[in-house]
């Protein structure tokens, strides 16, 4: 499972979000940057593209690149299936659950009317 998003390590920490646009977009649409709020090391940031083509081309250009007198160190961003699965599963459980709240739809596993809890 791939997904179009850009790990950059090595940025400015002084960067503008601006900037970062700038020099992202040169290389495809940007759907979002994250920037490190100190969950991971400071000067990185996650650039999520709209297509992997892009990203794949982002990654491979970024690489080595001098950004404001740092060199950039870019690669894919390879997200961990057993969680991004597991996230998909959970987001489509509720879902369907909702769709069943709203239908008035039993629920299988118990026999039971779901109700809306509102």
Do not use: H, W
């Not at 969950?39 to 083509?53: E, K, Q, R, W």
């Not at 794949?56 to 690149?65: D, P, R, S, V």
């Not at 961990?80 to 008035?104: F, G, H, L, T």
């Amino acid at each position: 499972m791939e997904f179009p998003i850009v790990l950059v390590k090595n940025l400015p920490y002084d960067a503008s979000t601006a900037s970062l646009y700038e020099l992202f977009e040169r290389y495809g649409p940007v759907n979002q940057i994250r920037v490190s709020d100190g969950t991971a090391p400071i000067g990185t940031c996650f650039v999520v593209y709209t297509n992997m083509d892009d990203a794949t081309g982002a990654a491979k250009e970024l690489n080595g690149i001098n950004f404001q007198t740092r060199y950039l160190v870019s690669n894919l961003y390879r997200v961990d299936k057993e969680v991004a699965e597991a996230a998909i599963s959970a987001e489509r459980k509720e879902a369907s659950e909702e769709s069943m709240k709203e239908n008035n739809v039993e629920d299988e596993s118990s026999g039971k009317k779901l109700e809306d809890s509102n």
